[in-house]
Nanobody
């Protein structure tokens, strides 16, 4: 079992940038797929991005391509989500996720068996 703790959310203005962090701990997770989902009030959970601990492959939802960047720091056991040019529609709870179930960069929440508590991002002027 892995533990995921997110940080970095907050109240920002449109056009601002944020970097979310996900500290990962627990049993060996070097083979896990890591990702981010978000859920806005009254909306369904939405895949945002995914990455592995090895290699350079990433995957993004079409809605965030070009503005969001997922990365990881293996030495710090941390996964990041850089969000640029924030929009009001980016307002949501952002959750870090990990999958020991699949080895590919899945966008299906059912493939992720570890979830953090989430961090709130609010974009408002």
């Amino acid at each position: 079992q892995v533990q995921l703790v997110e940080s970095g959310g907050g109240l920002v203005q449109p056009g601002d940038s944020l970097r979310l962090s996900c500290a990962v701990s627990g049993r060996s997770f070097s083979s896990y797929v890591m990702g981010w989902f978000r859920q806005a009030p009254g909306k369904e959970r939405e895949f945002v991005a995914a990455v592995r601990w090895t290699g350079s492959s990433t995957r993004y939802a079409d809605s965030v391509k070009g503005r969001f960047t997922i990365s990881r720091d293996n030495a710090k056991n941390t996964v990041y989500l850089q969000i640029n040019s924030l929009k009001p529609e980016d307002t949501a709870v952002y959750s870090c996720v990990a999958s020991s179930i699949v080895g590919f960069l899945s966008a299906d929440y059912r493939h992720y068996d570890a979830w953090g508590r989430g961090t709130q991002v609010t974009v408002s002027s």
